[in-house]
């Protein structure tokens, strides 16, 4: 049995890692909860957004399940801006733009769920932000 008690959004034997090698986000950590198990070939994480941060805006052919575990932020997925707040589960389909951002008075921590094996996520060109921009709620949201 493999139990890793809570403690304060971490978990014991699990290292509170940064988000991502540089790339534009904001105030993000990330914890591998479980990997690697050949039956199931997944990645399920935590992440962790503070007050006022944001993770990268990106998009990639793999997709992501995610439920809001603590706090509450705001996310944009393909062409839409949602509030989420804690157990809200999100499902972010192949290739659509995501961004998650935090409240400004509270963090945002998610677990997200992913394939093992999977593509690098893409960044926005500028010709891509162009067209994200087109719609004046998506230019106001987003932090490329
Ligand atoms: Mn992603």
Redesign the pocket.
Known sequence: MTVRRFNAFGWENVPVLSYKEGGPYKDVTRQILFEGAESLPVQWRYFEVQPGGH??L???E?I?WVLILRGRGACLVGDEITDIAEHDLIE?APLQW?QFRAAEDAPLGFL?L?AAERDR?QLPSEDDLAGLRQDAKIADFIRP
């Open positions: 993770s990268t990106e998009r990639h793999h992501h972010i995501h997200c992913v996520p």
